[in-house]
């Protein structure tokens, strides 16, 4: 797999990354609808002899409006990257979106950004996507101005997934509901979260389940509902190894604060310290308080072998290949 190449900003665009054939989006999760999009600027560089690229804000415009109350991310900065790369995109721009680029008019963002800047030859962005000052730009302006600024712009309808479209807000209503399945079937992969395992208080390995603590990476990375999973984990080495992971706040022990804590099946392995990555797979059942430890550890046996079960058949969590 080739580097993917980085580029902050539009201004000084190295002139091995102009002229290259763009998709244009946040591409939060990196999902299918988005994969589509990508698929189809990758046809258009093969056509034009251009490198592929996709252009993205950083960061999502929701958040700079309302860091508080916008969306929690599918994923962080760095796994969206890697999507994108394993994608075949040559060319990342990350476009810091700050007040200057907030009061930028469309027009100005198609003619200057796109145009001058950038250099592109042709651009494909979905059909309800909006830019440019007060969001008045739109597909239908882009197929209007973009020739006059140097290329060709497409719209491409929503990829439909059990009759609705594939979007980032659908795979979040699916996590809030603990639908971990239908957010891998919109996302084409299991979802996934990187993090750090941290030190817990050890109560699990005292029950005969020892358990990793893990601290997400990245600010506001969105968890699933509370409850059992089975998971797997992706080790330091790379290697994925199938376990159960409990989010929640432990009512047995009367826990303060929301824990995400992976038991992994056959094996032990020291990983304090160290960074990991989490695939959801399957939701197995909701967190619940037990009359005492004995009755816990009955259904953590339980659970495990629910998990195994449901991991007998699931797809390893690799990265999406080209559509």
Known sequence: MTAMRIVRGYLDVPAESRGAAVALGNFDGVH?????????ARAAAVRLGAPIGVVTFRPHPREFFDPIGAPERLGGFRMRMERLRALGVDVLFVLAFNDQLRRMSAEAFISDVLGHNLAIRHLVVGRGFRFGHRRQGGPELLARLGPEAGFEAEALESVLVDGAPASS???RQALADGDVTLASALLGRAYQLDAVVVEGDRIGRTLGYPTANLRTVGRRVLLPRTGVYAVRLRLPDGVWADGAASLG????????????EVHLFDREIDLYGRRVRLAWHAFLRDERNFADVDALKLQMAADCDAARAALLHAPQPDLPQHP
């Open 169 to 171: 807000t659908r795979i």
């Open 249 to 260: 706040w432990r009512p047995v022990f009367k826990g303060q604060d929301l824990r995400l």
């Open 32 to 40: 299918r609808g988005h994969q589509a999009i990508v698929a189809r």
